[in-house]
């Protein structure tokens, strides 16, 4: 298989990305460090989908399976990179703004694959895939590979069905935030007429917390500071927490939803120390003209307008000043430009 000649801003057709999932063989699948449910989701429903054409899989996540997606069907499969790279023609990274954060593990368990293909609905994805699918108005990559799959007629088996919901569901924020549209609605009409189980799967996506989240969410609470005009909410977890309850790297998912929910606030930024000495800030907008993406981008992070984060130098003050500086900096020029 010969790459692409497409320029790099140009996206691949459904139909070569077709042709290139039925002409090989073997495939590796790739999301990204620190996984949620649509990068977990997507690797499981393109996976299943493989391989009930046949085709030889393997699905891996460089922190592996979080607990908390566990209940999915056919999660078990997710693996940790092996130490040898993997005899596979294909490697396809899923939800993965760029190649680094697929992980240097997981980067090495795939470096002898022939071809690559990124898919992926992040604005800020530069397209480093031989083919890329990047759909920055998609709600959830989860989607676009149920409009690939659907397209393509490609079977859709339950594993892939469950999978697919959960990616969407999770990224939408259960089908809340503004990325979600008629098409999702009606994409999650046709995974339900297909035998989706749809309270079973709510149930086990947002009502099974560990306790140790409740926790946690107590610790964070006492760190809760708001901007004196209430526009920026932030708050932050410290190593020590970390440590103190035994978190999951999973535990944390979604928590920043409780302060950008608070009135008046237009983005909330969650700071925590991550033990390799970076710091972890994952920022969230009710407003597209305060663009976080675009302030993620200014520290060599990513995203969406409304939804982005940063992997960044620490220490978490230094890291805080210079973010919480940088969104002050955006809310000052909006408010000149309204």
């Not at 990068?39 to 996540?61: D, E, H, P, W």
């Not at 078990?76 to 396809?92: C, F, G, N």
């Not at 907008?285 to 520290?299: G, T, Y």
């Not at 992997?311 to 909006?334: F, S, W």
Request: net charge negative.
């Amino acid at each position: 298989m010969s790459e692409s000649t497409d320029s790099p801003s140009a996206n691949a057709t459904f139909e070569q990305i077709g042709e290139v999932l039925r002409s090989n063989q073997s495939f590796v699948l790739l999301s990204h460090v620190r996984p949620d449910g649509d990068a977990i989701g997507s690797q499981l429903a393109l996976g299943f989908s493989l391989l009930a054409m046949g085709k030889s899989v393997r699905m891996i996540n460089e922190d592996g399976l979080p607990e908390n997606l566990a209940f999915l069907p056919g999660s078990e499969r997710i693996e940790t990179p092996p130490a040898e790279p993997l005899d596979v023609e294909v490697a396809i990274a899923l939800d993965t703004a760029t190649k680094p954060r697929l992980g240097e593990a997981a980067l090495h368990a795939a470096s002898r694959a022939k071809l690559w293909l990124n898919i992926d609905h992040h604005i800020s994805n530069p397209k480093y895939g031989h083919y890329n699918l990047i759909d920055a108005t998609s709600p959830a990559t989860g989607e676009i590979l149920y409009d690939l799959i659907t397209a393509l007629d490609l079977p859709l088996p339950p594993e892939t069905r469950d999978a697919i919901y959960v990616a969407v569901s999770t990224d939408t924020g259960s089908f809340q935030y503004p990325s979600t549209t008629a098409r999702t609605y009606e994409m999650a009409a046709d995974l339900v007429r297909r035998g989706l189980d749809v309270g079973t799967i709510n149930s086990q996506t947002y009502d099974e917390n560990p306790f140790r989240r409740l926790e946690l969410m107590r610790a964070l609470l006492n760190t809760l500071e708001r901007s004196p005009d209430g526009i920026v909410a932030h708050w932050e977890m410290r190593e020590q927490t970390r440590l103190d309850l035994a978190l999951r790297p999973e535990d944390s998912e979604g928590l920043i939803d409780v302060i950008r929910a608070i009135r008046g606030v237009q983005v909330a930024v969650f700071f925590e120390d991550l033990p390799d000495g970076k710091v972890r800030v994952s920022m969230r907008s009710k407003d597209r003209e305060l663009d976080v993406c675009k302030i993620a981008m200014e520290f060599g992070g990513g995203g969406h307008a409304l939804a982005a984060g940063i992997r960044m130098k620490g220490p978490l003050e230094e890291a805080k000043q210079h973010v919480l500086t940088a969104i002050r900096k955006r809310v000052e020029e909006t408010r000149k430009h309204s």
